[in-house]
């Protein structure tokens, strides 16, 4: 069982940063994908970005490239989300995945998620 627990959430203006951490609790952190979804109130949960389990390779939503960057520290069981530039549309909460396809870009292939974490873009 794999334990995900996200943080680096919060409240920021428009075209403001943050950056979300997701640690794991698995040593084989390696062996999965790891990406984020999120979830504004009344919609569905989306894709947002993944990365591989090695690192070498990311995929990115349309929504988000440019401006987000996915990364992850196998040493320290972490990944990361940077946003930049946020805008409003980017309020939702933010879910970390793992699971053991190549990426993770759709929420069936997903094995473990963390308990999400709020994420407030005012204008």
């Known amino acids: 069982q794999v334990q995900l627990v996200e943080s680096g959430g919060g409240l920021v203006q428009a075209g403001g940063s943050l950056r979300l951490s997701c640690a794991a609790s698995?040593?084989?952190?390696?062996?999965?994908?790891m990406a984020w979804f999120r979830q504004a109130p009344g919609k569905e949960r989306d894709f947002v970005a993944s990365?591989?389990?090695?690192?070498?390779?990311?995929m990115y939503a349309d929504s988000v490239k440019g401006r987000f960057t996915i990364s992850r520290n196998n040493t320290a069981n972490t990944t990361y989300l940077q946003m930049n530039s946020l805008k409003p549309e980017d309020t939702a909460v933010y879910y970390c995945?793992?699971?053991?396809?190549?990426?993770?870009?759709?929420?069936?292939?997903?094995?473990?998620w963390g308990q999400g974490t709020q994420v407030t873009v005012s204008e």
């Open positions: 698995e040593r084989s952190f390696s062996s999965y994908a």
């Open positions: 995945a793992a699971g053991r396809a190549v990426f993770v870009v759709r929420v069936t292939s997903a094995e473990y």
């Open positions: 990365i591989s389990n090695i690192g070498s390779s990311t």
